[in-house]
Nanobody
Framework: QVQLVESGGGLVQAGGSLRLSCTAS????????MGWFRQAPGKERDFLAV????????DYGGSAQGRFAISRDNAKNTVYLQMNSLKPEDTAIYYC???????????????WGQGTQVAVSS
């Protein structure tokens, strides 16, 4: 199990931006693809983005397409999620997680952070 700590959440007005960070406590950070998910109250977990070990390959879920960007810095053991043009419906708890590849389904992610709250006001 890898310990993951998310940060960067908060309250932002609609149309604003936030950058989330997720730092991993492992020397093997390069061994993992990293994903971002979110979950709003009463809703299912929503896949947002995943990035491979080198950062060369990424993929996005429908909610994130065109507005969010995933990146990573292996020297800092950190993955980022840049979120632009935020909407009230983006309000949720945002989680990062580890997987073996960018092709893993949500149930194949092995380690999860505690999440960071994002709230978007109208």
């Amino acid at each position: 199990q890898v310990q993951l700590v998310e940060s960067g959440g908060g309250l932002v007005q609609a149309g604003g931006s936030l950058r989330l960070s997720c730092t991993a406590s492992t020397r093997a950070f390069r061994d993992y693809a990293m994903g971002w998910f979110r979950q709003a109250p009463g809703k299912e977990r929503d896949f947002l983005a995943v990035i491979n070990w080198s950062g060369a390959i990424s993929d996005y879920g429908g909610s994130a397409q065109g507005r969010f960007a995933i990146s990573r810095d292996n020297a800092k053991n950190t993955v980022y999620l840049q979120m632009n043009s935020l909407k009230p419906e983006d309000t949720a708890i945002y989680y990062c997680a580890t997987s073996e590849s960018v092709n893993c389904g949500p149930n194949e992610y092995t380690s999860w952070g505690q999440g960071t709250q994002v709230a978007v006001s109208s």
